[in-house]
């Protein structure tokens, strides 16, 4: 359905968008999606890195878990 949309057709659903809202409020929306979007840029990369902590954690931090009675069988 979307694919005959073509840039006359986009070009004049821009306009209309333009004058339901106006400059003013599509300025400031665009700017809000923009917060948003480095907000989820920033949120990801901390987590990225929280999870490459643990992991250097898990490495440094590994222990033995045999059970004791394995232990002793070897």
């Known amino acids: ?3 005959n949309i073509g840039l006359p057709g986009l ?3 821009a306009v209309v968008v ?3 809202f106006g400059r003013g ?3 400031s929306l ?3 999606v923009g917060k948003g979007i480095t907000s989820f840029k920033k949120g ?3 987590g990225t890195k929280e999870l490459e902590d643990e992991s250097k ?3 440094e931090t590994a222990r033995d ?3 004791t009675d394995e232990k002793d069988k070897v």
């Open 44 to 46: 990801v990369s901390e």
């Open 18 to 20: 333009l004058v339901l």
């Open 30 to 32: 665009m700017g809000e």
């Open 1 to 3: 359905m979307l694919n």
């Open 11 to 13: 070009l004049l659903i």
């Open 25 to 27: 409020k599509i300025s």
């Open 57 to 59: 954690e898990s490495v």
């Open 65 to 67: 878990v045999t059970p």
